[in-house]
């Protein structure tokens, strides 16, 4: 198949990338780089099947271009402006990116005819709802722009599903973490930021008590998803959850990490962050059903082949 990665030098974005390539299919990936790095796709850059092109969702006339002239078929959208914190900072920008984006990429996929978008969606889009675990026919509860962002995104996802006859599956990400995850931007996700500070012999700092939950999914179980929801036939219209169904304290992800790193830190507690939710959990019984979605990676196996990757990048001096 001929697919277009968003975001395709992303965290989650050049892992389906690599994947992709490695399944012979061809793969166009279009990023602004603004939170992908090059670095994520350089081992692909050289292949034959694999073309990057540096620019962004907002600009419409590319994607119209990029998509026709490349006949695309199918679309891994994954693209987004990331992060909780950041959105309650600036929701315009949340807005325009995660929104208008996600409107700009269903609609050049419409008018081109591609058979089928796939796009990343968020467990935030559950609220602080008390109901464990998170089932797909729960009410939208967002506390925050980027969840709220999500949902609009979902409901896009809908509409032209329904009113446009394009073929279109929703993914919602349970705190997605694995090698390639950025671990320092201020807005960096806890299990990369805990494995740096944990590496570095630095306190790890928590939000609140500690005692919140959340449901880890390791990027290649993330991946495998995105894969079975580009390519399973008679599956579109759906939004599913896609985590690995086992909730873990953040205390308890801490003391993990600091167990397995060798690590001298110390745990330090900060205040609760606005916009958090409190426990996660997902209930994937749809997944599975619909896409036959099986996760593999037990949280101890993750964290265990996440650190191993940053302790190689420590040794060849990455930054």
């Known amino acids: 198949m001929r697919i277009l990665i968003t975001g395709g030098a992303g965290f989650i ?24 790095k090059l670095e994520n796709v ?16 907002l600009d419409l006339p590319l994607l119209r271009s990029l998509i026709q002239d490349r006949r695309i078929e199918r679309i891994s959208h994954q693209a987004a402006r ?8 600036d929701p315009l920008a949340t807005h325009e990116v995660n929104i208008t984006g996600t409107l700009y990429v269903l609609k050049a996929a419409h008018e081109a005819r591609c058979q089928r978008v796939v796009a990343a969606s968020s467990s935030s889009i559950y609220g602080n709802t008390p109901v464990l675990p998170k089932k797909e026919e729960m009410h939208y509860r967002p506390r925050s722009p980027y969840a709220a962002s999500k949902v609009s995104g979902e409901l896009y996802l ?36 805990f494995i740096r500070l944990a590496l570095n012999g630095e306190p790890l700092p928590i939000e609140g008590d500690g005692a919140q939950t959340r ?21 579109h219209g759906e939004c599913v959850n896609v ?11 801490a003391e993990t990490v600091i167990r397995q790193t060798g690590s001298s830190s110390t745990i330090v ?21 619909l896409l036959g979605y099986k996760p593999e990676y037990r949280l101890t196996d993750g964290l265990r082949a996440t650190i191993d990757w940053f302790q190689g990048r420590s040794k060849i001096g990455s930054p």
């Open 82 to 89: 990331p992060s909780v914190a950041r959105s309650i900072e």
């Open 158 to 193: 809908q509409v032209f599903h329904t009113v446009y006859d394009l073929q279109t599956v929703g993914l919602r990400y349970f705190n997605v973490y694995g090698p390639q995850q950025d671990p320092n931007s201020h807005y960096a996700a806890v299990i990369p930021k």
């Open 243 to 253: 985590g690995f169904g086992e909730r873990t304290s953040i205390l308890s992800l």
């Open 42 to 57: 350089h081992a692909l850059m050289n292949h034959a099947r694999f073309h990057f092109r540096q620019g962004s969702i």
């Open 13 to 36: 974005g050049s892992h389906i990338a690599g994947r992709l390539i490695s399944l012979d299919h061809e793969v166009t990936v279009l990023d602004d780089l603004s939170t992908g």
């Open 269 to 289: 507690h900060r205040d609760p962050r606005p916009g958090d939710v409190r426990d996660s959990l997902a209930d994937i019984s749809l997944a599975k059903s």
């Open 215 to 235: 449901d880890f999914t390791y990027v290649d179980d993330v991946v495998g998803a995105n894969l079975l929801a580009l390519t399973v036939p008679e599956v």
